[in-house]
């Protein structure tokens, strides 16, 4: 993994959240690739600069899926996914239709509108074994927290299992001394 580590590093280095949308991922790169490693089946929704999929790829899962409606420059990622043995796909798919394998950990970075994460969160959480982790839920809190509320509200699992609020983490950016975009971490919880 130490090819992927030094691309997470440097992502890391690069971050200039919460200004720099593009950049928002990098004070959760650590989190993200904690709770990765917990997980041998990861998807991911919304790949854009392929960060989060670095951070994830850290965690050394054994597969992950990776959906986004467009076109991502993912080409590398493939390469050395296959180099470390991680069976990695990208799917050019729409999250609000398409049908996810069953996962440990799904990482949503979409659409930051309440209807469009809570369409995704009814549609796709029965897959998942462990871990929902949600970006951004600090950034566009109006939305996200909305939406992941009325989600653990409204839950009525016949399987009987329950989500909760494992993790809110908003770390503050050494840099400039402001908070980040959000990640808001949903664990799975037995009956
Ligand atoms: C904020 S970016 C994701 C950033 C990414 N996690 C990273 O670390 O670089 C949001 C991405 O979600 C994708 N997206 C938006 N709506 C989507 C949908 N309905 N299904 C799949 N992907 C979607 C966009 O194309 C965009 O690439």
């Given at each position: 993994?130490?090819?992927?580590?030094?691309?997470?590093?440097?992502?890391?280095?690069?971050?200039?959240?919460?200004?720099?949308?593009?950049?928002?991922?990098?004070?959760?790169?650590?989190?993200?690739?904690?709770?990765?490693?917990?997980?041998?089946?990861?998807?991911?929704?919304?790949?854009?600069?392929?960060?989060?999929?670095?951070?994830?790829?850290?965690?050394?899962?054994?597969?992950?899926?990776?959906?986004?409606?467009?076109?991502?420059?993912?080409?590398?990622?493939?390469?050395?996914?296959?180099?470390?043995?991680?069976?990695?796909?990208?799917?050019?798919?729409n999250s609000l239709t398409c049908d996810i394998p069953f996962c440990d950990l799904l990482f949503i970075d979409t659409d930051h509108k309440y209807s469009h994460l809570l369409a995704e969160l009814t549609r796709h959480s029965t897959k998942v074994k462990k871990y929902i982790i949600l970006h951004d839920t600090t950034l566009f809190k109006e939305q996200l927290v909305d939406a992941y509320r009325d989600f653990l509200a409204g839950l009525t699992h016949p399987d009987g299992f329950q989500w909760a609020i494992k993790e809110i983490a908003d770390p503050i950016d050494s840099r400039s001394g402001r908070g980040g975009a959000g990640l808001t971490v949903l664990e799975r919880k037995e009956k």
């Open positions: 993994m130490d090819k992927i580590r030094k691309i997470v590093e440097e992502i890391k280095e690069k971050g200039e959240f919460p200004s720099a949308l593009n950049h928002a991922i990098a004070g959760y790169c650590d989190t993200l690739t904690a709770y990765a490693e917990e997980c041998d089946t990861i998807v991911e929704f919304g790949v854009h600069q392929v960060c989060s999929t670095w951070a994830l790829f850290l965690g050394n899962p054994k597969k992950m899926d990776s959906y986004d409606i467009n076109d991502c420059p993912v080409e590398y990622a493939k390469k050395l996914s296959s180099e470390y043995g991680v069976e990695f796909t990208f799917h050019k798919k």
